[in-house]
């Protein structure tokens, strides 16, 4: 116990050094900006572009080669429970190095192909890379160092998904456009800037948590500054405050963001239908089915800035932040459904439904570390994430279905309102049932 608080007061006296200036959690915020915009972004936010040229290379339908994403999606839902675990026992730095191992001999894998099905076990290859990234590598980070500022930060860093694939969206393109096979030179470029860029921050600058350099959370110093011991106590305590796994999955709470982080990721999936909607105007509204791109860009910048501005937001309230996303998101389809001819408002309704989009990555992991600490904060966290992860797999069949129907994208638009209260319903709840340790 003496060591402990010798520790702490150490950490206290360099925390104090750093208040007002720089501090180890920037370095691991920037490796979490890599880990988004580079290996989540071109493993993930670039699939699209390969689904075209390689489909039509090996000529078959796109559902044969779009299938190994599917099950990319459920290798990562297998993955998040085992990886959470590591998070929360392993050092960080072996984690996501080797997850960033994986993404980069995967992207060599896809670049290898021969036969449709070897697509299939490359997948699962990327999706237990990937699924520690994604889910696990920033809100567990930015949770473990950051006592302040904590939603801006995970918001940010979940931006660059965003980023990285509008930049790295036309630099594959252009590679897969200079050849016959120029799909394969763009997933072994991908693979070496996954590798080259990322590994460095992984083994090198990333750390578990603020004692492995001797220092405290970003922002404890500030608490109490005047009081070095109490604060390190303070912070100390604040780090291991919080419900362990096994207790939280008996509790109501922990059910409704499990079904708030399955129902709103549904609801993201509309996203890959805009330009779709965009494009059944081709006989009547010829102009607006021309802008179907431009629809999709604006919903991803509103995505963009929607993670930035949700986090800032919720740093302040979750609650709040909630409300604010879903407003947004029913608004934007409203604008969408309701002004369709009107390139403006249609261009507004996307970007407000990026907003919506945002909360998946960014109010998901605010409402687990709101209602259950950061005690056992991985190990809770993936199990949620499980559910976002399976409902990935599916909603893309279920929105073709309806769209399909009678309904079309009217019922589809419809049914997205009913999603998105359905989520702001069971954000209410969770936050409302808080276990009592957790309640001030």
């Known amino acids: 116990m003496a060591e402990e608080t010798n520790k702490c ?25 890599v880990i988004t915009c580079l290996p989540c972004a071109l493993v993930l936010s670039c699939a699209g572009i390969f689904f075209t040229p390689v489909s039509d290379f090996f000529g078959v339908p796109k559902a044969s080669f779009t299938l190994y994403f599917s099950i990319l999606n459920l290798a990562m839902m297998a993955t998040l429970p085992i990886g959470g675990k590591l998070m929360a026992t392993k050092d960080a730095r072996l984690v996501l190095s080797v997850s960033t191992i994986l993404c980069g001999l995967g992207m060599f894998g896809m670049a290898s192909c021969q036969e449709i099905w070897q ?13 520690p990234l994604i889910y696990l590598a920033v809100p567990t980070l930015i949770n473990a160092w950051c006592v302040k500022r904590v939603g801006f930060y995970v918001g940010l860093c979940m ?72 604060a390190s106590a303070g912070a100390s305590g604040a780090a291991q405050q919080g419900v362990m796994a096994a207790d939280a999955m008996h509790m109501p709470a922990f059910w409704a963001i499990v079904a708030f982080c399955g129902v709103i990721t549904l609801n993201q999936t509309v996203y890959q239908f805009l330009s779709s909607y965009a494009l059944s105007f081709s006989e009547t509204l010829p102009e607006i089915a021309a802008a179907s791109g431009v629809i999709a860009s604006s919903a991803m910048l509103g995505q963009a800035i929607g993670k930035v501005f949700l986090g800032s937001v919720s740093d302040r309230s979750v609650r709040l932040g909630a409300i604010c996303g879903i407003v947004a998101g029913v ?3 409203l604008l969408m459904w309701a002004f369709p001819a009107i390139l403006v408002l249609l261009l507004a309704g996307a970007f407000l439904f990026g907003v919506v989009y945002a909360m998946t990555t960014v109010e998901t992991p605010l409402l687990v570390r709101s209602v259950f600490g950061s005690r056992d904060y991985s190990n809770i966290y993936s199990r949620v994430s499980m559910v976002g992860s399976l409902m990935s797999a599916v909603a893309a069949v279920f929105w073709s279905l309806v769209i399909d129907s009678a309904g079309g994208y009217g019922l589809m638009f419809a049914l997205s309102i009913v999603c998105m209260v359905v989520c702001l319903a069971l954000a209410l709840f969770a936050l409302a049932h808080k276990p009592e340790a957790q309640k001030e």
């Not at 750093?18 to 959690?25: E, I």
Request: hydrophobic letters at 45%; one cysteine or more.
């Open 159 to 230: 931006a660059f998904t965003g980023i990285g694939g509008v930049i790295f969206n036309t630099v594959g393109t252009s590679i897969i456009q200079s050849g016959a096979e120029g799909w394969r030179q763009a997933y072994f470029i991908f693979g070496i800037i996954i590798l080259v860029g990322t590994l460095p921050f992984t083994l090198f600058v990333v750390r578990s948590k603020p004692s492995d350099k001797g220092l405290l959370p970003y922002g404890a110093d500030e608490k109490d500054a005047e009081k070095d011991e109490a």
């Open 9 to 33: 007061a150490a950490a206290t006296e360099k925390g104090a050094q750093k208040k007002g200036g720089f501090h180890y959690a920037h370095l691991i915020v920037l490796s979490c900006i």
């Open 331 to 333: 608004a934007g389809v």
């Open 119 to 131: 697509f299939y076990l490359v997948g699962i290859v990327l999706g237990v890379g990937v699924a």
